[in-house]
């Protein structure tokens, strides 16, 4: 059986958050105590991914490097690559294409953030289908502004649109895709599309053809954020504050997760404390340890 490893895509102009992305990109924005790019490398993780690539622009990979570095410290191997031009987000599986050397792939957009009971056990059930495809659809109130999945009454696709007009389900695609070692390839015989990107809709729509896609609905409980307006940033920081202050406990808490993976250990986990730990999410690290 191939492995799987991860991409990480967090590229893009963040146009959509001008000016605070005039000389910040938007994975770095914060969302309540993290940035925004904790939230899906925290979702790769929990899915037991530690071979990931992040690809970015290249303005802003050093300070994606200067953030996460290799990814030791947390039990992880960080590759990084650049994607010039915001060509569409099938264009990973191409820049990725060396680094994937024929393994499967979980693709997920750096401003994307998951959370639910049960997100674990989800994600481990798609990393464990190893043929074809597998994506999340989420109900949301304006289908129009997502791609689609039409879905029939026992909950299996059956189209596939980008941005519909008319759209004939309220079920978008999330940012979140598993596939098997045939995206690349898949991905090499795309044409641009009317907006010149290669568009993962194409993707899917071809696992779809092929009969090998298949789609997991997050149902009542589980919360999908698309932090790329000001509007889902703001929501996104809220949300997250309002759960980790009522609860203890944090979201997208990346050395939290690696700790208990057993990919690090107590003491390397209070030595990434240490420099941190008179501000409060220093000491949550270290309450860990007292646990």
């Not at 690539?53 to 300070?63: A, G, K, Y």
């Not at 993962?200 to 789609?215: A, C, H, K, P, Q």
């Not at 997050?218 to 929501?235: C, K, M, S, Y």
Request: proline share 5%; hydrophobic share 40%.
């Amino acid at each position: 059986m191939t492995a799987i490893k991860g991409i990480l895509l967090a590229g893009g102009t963040g146009s959509r958050l001008y000016p605070l992305t005039s000389v910040v990109t938007k994975q770095m924005l914060p969302v309540y105590d993290k940035p925004l790019l904790y939230y899906p490398l925290a979702t790769l993780m929990l899915a037991g991914i530690r071979e990931i690539l992040v690809i970015s622009t290249p303005e802003d990979q050093p300070n994606y490097q200067r953030l996460l570095g290799d990814g030791g410290q947390l039990g992880l191997s960080l590759s990084y690559a650049v994607q010039t031009q915001p060509n569409g987000i099938a264009e990973a599986l191409l820049i990725g294409q060396s680094f994937l050397a024929g393994n499967r792939v979980m693709l997920i957009l750096g401003d994307n953030i998951f959370f639910g009971h049960g997100l674990q056990p989800i994600l481990h059930a798609a990393r464990e289908n190893t043929d074809g495809a597998t994506i999340f659809a989420y109900w949301v109130p304006d289908p129009q502004r997502f791609g689609v999945v039409d879905l029939d009454e026992d909950g299996n696709p059956t189209a596939i649109s980008e941005k519909p007009e008319n759209p004939r389900s309220h079920y978008a695609v999330t940012g979140l895709y598993f596939y098997d070692h045939r995206a690349c390839e898949i991905a090499a015989g795309l044409k641009p599309s009317a907006r010149g990107e290669l568009e993962i809709t194409d993707i899917n729509r071809r696992y779809l053809e092929l009969g090998d896609l298949s789609v997991h609905r997050l149902q009542r409980g589980f919360a999908w954020l698309d932090a790329g307006t000001p509007d889902a940033l703001l929501d996104a920081a809220n949300y997250v504050a309002t759960l980790e202050r009522r609860q203890g406990l944090k979201i997208g808490c990346i050395e939290e997760i690696a700790w208990r993976a057993g990919w690090i250990n107590a003491g390397d986990l209070e030595r990434l404390a240490a420099p941190i730990k008179h501000v409060d999410y220093g000491r949550y690290l270290l309450s860990l340890l007292a646990e």
